[in-house]
């Protein structure tokens, strides 16, 4: 079997990487912030919505979608959690600085050997898992819009249609 060329494993790098910088968590605030130190110790571990966990279990599940209300329900369900999708997000956050995550970054950057502390903590394990949860989220929504648009509901169970003439 011949290596592959060191291009070609950059490409594929960047590609696996490209999904877990689209995911969405949300931007911490004053509070979370001073919880930083809590969290690195897993004192204060942050709870995983039930929805959330539900999507993580079965996120192309299809129990109880007969009707287009239902389908609405449970994106409206989501969005409550993982705020608005793409299709009718405003603006770009991701060109913006975060005070939120710059002042975490500032208050764990004092505890020493920070990293190593978080796993054997286990604050580390339970941040991929609401990572992870939050993806299963986005994937969760994801499918019922297009669960939605298979059956030919109206959005906001489907995706919102683009702008005409526009963009």
Known sequence: M???PLAMLAALGSGLAAPLAAQVMPEPDAREVAKTPLRDLNIDARDIP?????????PYGTKGLGKCAATVAAIADLDRVLGADYDIAEGDRGDRISEG????????????????????TGAAEADRNLRAAYTAGMVRR??????G?????????RPKPAARGGK
């Open 50 to 58: 039930e929805v959330l966990l539900a999507a993580r279990a079965d």
């Open 142 to 147: 994801a499918f019922l819009k297009g669960w």
């Open 101 to 120: 995550r710059i002042g975490q970054s500032l208050v764990g950057s004092v505890i020493p050997f920070r990293g190593i502390l978080r796993e054997v």
């Open 2 to 4: 011949r290596p592959l």
């Open 149 to 157: 648009l298979g059956r030919g509901c109206a959005y906001p169970a």
